[in-house]
């Protein structure tokens, strides 16, 4: 039992990009899609865009947190300032990364490398 056991852990390994995005894109749909929309460009001054978001590409660990434990909090999102507030989603570490590769390689995001669990669960309040 216990080789089984070390066998399964030691050929784990991270999904692909194309099955953590198809988990992400429904996660998406049910956590998300309310305030940023089905194509991600959110609402002006009011809940910033997913969408060809710089945000995205340049603060990945910030996007991790805030999917994680929330966001209150002005924040500049292309060029534009949003001060409202997102509650945690309550959401695993597994499903936060799902999500955020949906986010961060569709609607003109592009990612260099994927974000995994142990990323996620690196991040600390």
Same mark, same amino acid.
């Given at each position: 039992m216990l080789?089984?056991?070390?066998?399964?852990?030691?050929? =784990?390994?991270?999904?692909?990009?194309?099955?953590?995005?198809?988990?992400?894109?429904?996660? =998406?749909?049910?956590? *998300? %899609?309310? *305030?940023?929309?089905?194509?991600?460009e959110?609402?002006?001054?009011?809940?910033p865009?997913?969408?060809?978001?710089? =945000?995205?590409?340049?603060?990945?660990?910030?996007?991790?947190?805030?999917?994680?434990?929330?966001?209150?909090?002005?924040?500049t999102?292309?060029?534009?300032? =949003?001060?409202?507030?997102?509650?945690?989603?309550?959401?695993?570490?597994?499903?936060?990364?799902?999500?955020?590769?949906?986010?961060?390689?569709?609607?003109e995001?592009?990612?260099?490398?994927? %974000?995994? %669990?142990?990323?996620?669960?690196?991040?600390?309040?």
């Open positions: 080789v089984v056991l070390l066998l399964a852990a030691a050929t =784990y390994q991270e999904p692909s990009l194309k099955e953590s995005m198809e988990r992400g894109k429904e996660i =998406y749909s049910d956590f *998300c %899609v309310t *305030c940023h929309l089905d194509n991600g959110g609402v002006p001054f009011t809940f865009p997913l969408a060809n978001s710089d =945000y995205l590409l340049e603060k990945r660990e910030a996007s991790i947190k805030a999917l994680k434990f929330g966001l209150q909090g002005e924040i999102v292309n060029n534009m300032t =949003y001060n409202s507030a997102m509650a945690p989603m309550g959401l695993d570490d597994e499903e936060i990364a799902d999500v955020l590769n949906f986010i961060m390689n569709s609607w995001n592009k990612q260099d490398s994927m %974000v995994t %669990v142990d990323e996620v669960s690196a991040i600390t309040k």
